[in-house]
């Protein structure tokens, strides 16, 4: 079964630290690209990073130096280290994967598959 689970969500205050997990299954992980993209109630899905297939790295101004993205190939997970949160890092966060890089690892258009997302508040 093709599909992407993540795990690592919770609450934690201003100032701290989570770690999210993407297992993945089901397709060819080592040459997919990954990415995190993250939603608020009622927005739209923003993009968080994106790594490509032999590592390559994008960020979103907002997180960047704060939430390193990394992939283990051999166990097919992308991580994303959330260090000094905030309270606007209060959103659902997704992992996502695609095949073709056409639009950059930080549009949405360059991904085919989303996991469900895992809830991240935080509280000042």
């Known amino acids: 079964q093709v599909q992407l689970v993540e795990s690592g969500g919770g609450s934690v205050q201003s100032g701290g630290s989570l770690r999210l997990s993407c297992a993945a299954s089901g397709y060819d992980y080592n040459n997919a690209w990954m990415g995190w993209f993250r939603q608020a109630p009622g927005k739209e899905r923003v993009a968080v990073a994106g790594?490509?297939?032999?590592?390559?790295?994008a960020y979103v101004v907002v997180v960047k130096g704060r939430f390193p993205i990394s992939r283990d190939n051999a166990k097919n997970t992308l991580l994303l280290q959330m260090y000094s949160l905030k309270p606007e890092d209060t959103h659902i966060y997704c992992c996502?994967?695609?095949?073709?890089?056409?639009?950059?690892?930080?549009?949405?258009?360059?991904?085919?598959?989303w996991g469900q997302g895992t809830q991240v508040t935080v509280s000042s």
């Open positions: 790594i490509g297939r032999y590592g390559s790295t």
């Open positions: 996502t994967a695609g095949w073709k890089n056409i639009y950059g690892l930080l549009n949405p258009r360059s991904y085919n598959l």
